[in-house]
């Protein structure tokens, strides 16, 4: 079993930044990815960003490539989402997720995701 916790969200004005952080529980991510998601209320969940644990490499999608950073620390076991110049479209509901098996091709695809954290809400007012 795996207990993911994000905090870091709040209430922030355009072009402003925020880092989003997800704590997990279990020491057995060595084969695992990390996945950033974020959900509107009525909406699909949206892949943001993805992080393999082991070897570090990281995948955005292409409305956040340029503006986000994913990240990890292995002796906290956590990783992290520092958002930059954030937009009114950033407004969502960030969740994180890991799979623990390492498959870029379905990292986008939050069904093959088990474990969840609770989410974390990012308000960006324009």
């Known amino acids: 079993q795996v207990q993911l916790v994000e905090s870091g969200g709040g209430l922030v004005q355009a072009g402003d930044s925020l880092r989003l952080s997800c704590t997990a529980s279990a020491r057995t991510l060595s084969n695992a990815m990390i996945t950033w998601f974020r959900q509107l209320p009525g909406s699909e969940r949206e892949f943001v960003a993805c992080?393999?644990?082991?070897?570090?490499?990281?995948y955005y999608s292409d409305s956040t490539k340029d503006r986000f950073i994913i990240s990890r620390d292995v002796v906290q076991n956590t990783v992290y989402l520092q958002m930059n110049k954030l937009k009114p479209e950033d407004t969502a509901a960030y969740y994180c997720?890991?799979?623990?098996?390492?498959?870029?091709?379905?990292?986008?695809?939050?069904?093959?995701?088990?474990?969840w954290g609770h989410g974390t809400q990012v308000t960006v007012a324009s």
């Open positions: 997720a890991t799979h623990l098996g390492v498959n870029v091709r379905i990292m986008k695809n939050p069904s093959m995701y088990r474990y």
């Open positions: 992080i393999m644990w082991a070897a570090g490499n990281t």
